[in-house]
């Protein structure tokens, strides 16, 4: 008889159907694990009357326990967490940083209920296994789902010059893995992303789990009209811009590759799509480049089917980039930097493009938009590998993990 786990999940981000990036992918794990007949408990931030409002996770889950916090908080407040807490200020900070209401929450449920496995989805979240790892019952399995390694994602950034101190990132290094020594299990999204922990802490290897992202099939899937059998010349990028890599990658691809295109291709439009576009984007309109809100799962999909080529000029952070294949399951051409590929294997010149130097790949660019038929073969290929990685392929890779360890 098939065992019925109880699990208690705490993301960073209310998972709600209707956003992109890295909430999505924990939307479709409750909801497949709930279909496999396992119990959920969720304890989430809600940031805004959105968040407050949503009811997409209740058919799903027994209990959703959401705690009203702060997206930012004041300089002196962290200051003073920072000194009591002893983590760093990248905890402390909002969004997903530490909030004493979910702390008191998780308690709380911790001693009406017992899980078979508490699941921290974004390594912030571990900090709260972390701090309360002694009441935490022996036979319940501890697991912290990494979407990025943090010292990494840090260490990247001084690399493209940021002024990050080298105290600051040592701080930060010796508090995450810190956590990751304390969890039972560490889930990674991509190989990579495992090697990138086994580097720092080579003990970590044996409780490292690789479970890919996924994306679903059954919603994002070519249009009608594919790009192939229009005359348009749209390039989508397209994020969560609260997460700053994604628009370093906008700003990548306007310094670095526009001009360029618009050369070869005067009658090419960038479309940069996604939830809160900074000011330093909004500037950077113009005729042809349009940054905008993204909205709903709908008008996502809907941009997807109106573009042509999708870009990914990816330099910092780590992970699984969910967008690539959602991209890829709408038939859609991409061009990408191997950082943004990481847990796809892909084929060079078969199902995307691949290219770090950004003369080749706006070439790579140029040549998609100019070529209906290499469109047509790179979509296809891109779909066929789209569809071995939908999300319910991946939540049972997670059930095995909860299971068997």
Avoid at 286 to 291: A, F, L, P, R
Avoid at 353 to 373: C, G, N, Q, R
């Amino acid at each position: 008889m098939k065992k019925t786990l109880k699990l208690l999940f705490l993301p960073k981000l209310l998972p709600r159907v209707d956003v992109i990036g890295g909430p999505i992918l924990i939307y479709h794990r409750i909801k497949n694990l709930s279909s496999m007949g396992h119990k959920i408990t969720l304890i989430a931030p809600a940031y805004t009357d959105a968040d407050r409002k949503d009811k997409s996770l209740v058919p799903f889950c027994e209990k959703v326990i959401k705690v009203v916090s702060i997206r930012e908080r004041p300089q002196d407040e962290v200051e003073t967490l920072y000194k009591r807490l002893n983590r760093p200020r990248v905890f402390l900070t909002g969004d997903g940083g530490y909030d004493a209401s979910i702390e008191e929450a998780f308690c709380q449920i911790l001693k009406e209920e017992h899980f078979d496995a508490i699941i921290a989805e974004y390594s912030m979240m571990g900090q709260y296994i972390e701090a309360n790892h002694r009441i935490i019952p022996v036979d319940t399995m501890t697991v912290i789902s990494v979407h990025e390694c943090y010292t990494k994602a840090f260490e990247l950034r001084v690399e493209k010059g940021e002024d990050i101190s080298e105290n600051t990132i040592k701080e930060l290094f010796n508090y995450e893995f810190k956590m990751y020594d304390v969890a039972d299990r560490i889930l990674t999204l991509t190989k990579e992303d495992a090697d990138i922990l086994i580097n720092y802490a080579p003990n970590l290897k044996n409780k490292i789990r690789v479970v890919p992202h996924g994306v679903d099939t059954a919603f994002y899937k070519p249009p009608e009209i594919k790009s192939w059998e229009r005359n348009t010349k749209n390039i989508l990028y397209l994020g969560n811009f609260q997460h700053y890599p994604n628009v370093d990658a906008v700003k990548n691809f306007i310094n670095h590759c526009w001009d360029k295109i618009q050369r070869k291709v005067p009658d090419a439009k960038f479309y940069a799509v996604g939830f809160h576009p900074p000011q330093e984007l909004l500037d950077l309109r113009s005729e042809n480049v349009i940054v905008q809100e993204g909205g709903d799962n709908e008008n996502v999909r809907r941009f997807y089917w109106n573009s042509d080529v999708f870009v990914a000029p990816i330099e910092l952070g780590t992970g699984f980039r969910g967008k690539l294949l959602e991209a890829k399951a709408c038939a859609l051409p991409t061009v990408a930097t191997r950082l943004a590929t990481f847990g796809m294997n892909p084929v060079n010149g078969k199902d995307m493009f691949v290219a770090d130097d950004y003369d080749t790949f706006s070439e790579y660019v140029i040549m998609l938009l100019k070529d209906a038929e290499l469109r047509k073969r790179i979509g296809m290929n891109a779909l066929a590998r789209a569809k071995k990685f939908d999300h319910k392929h991946a939540a049972e890779k997670l059930e095995r993990v909860l299971k068997d360890g």
